[in-house]
């Protein structure tokens, strides 16, 4: 009786202890040049679809991928950046602002 209750026991505690402990994960953020956080810019594997989009802290969380080591980061108003990733967990991103316009005009023709 002692063996069944421990073992089912065991069974309960296992997912309780390896959660969380993703080793294939890497965690990282995305900031600007002021060390501001960009809330909503995207990462992305290079030469894959397998992304994610960062947190209102900047903060994104991405699995790592077989044979692809660069991770791409890009956010409107920024300049799109490309990081190599090799053993680290962690990664910070910082990304330039881009260019900006002072003025925008628009022409429209009318066909009839």
Do not use: C
């Amino acid at each position: 009786m002692h063996r069944y209750i421990y073992f089912t026991l065991v069974l309960i505690a296992l997912p309780l202890v390896t959660m969380g402990q993703d080793s294939s994960a890497i965690v990282g953020t995305v900031i600007d040049e002021n060390s501001k956080p960009i809330p909503g810019a995207i990462v992305v594997w290079s030469g894959t679809t397998n992304g994610t989009v960062t947190d209102k802290r900047g903060g994104f969380s991405i699995n790592r991928i077989n044979n692809t080591s660069q991770l791409i980061a890009s956010a409107v108003g920024f300049v799109t950046d490309t990081i190599q990733v090799s053993k680290q967990e962690t990664v910070k991103i910082v990304l330039s602002k881009a260019v900006e316009l002072d003025e925008v005009q628009v022409k429209g023709n009318k066909t009839s």
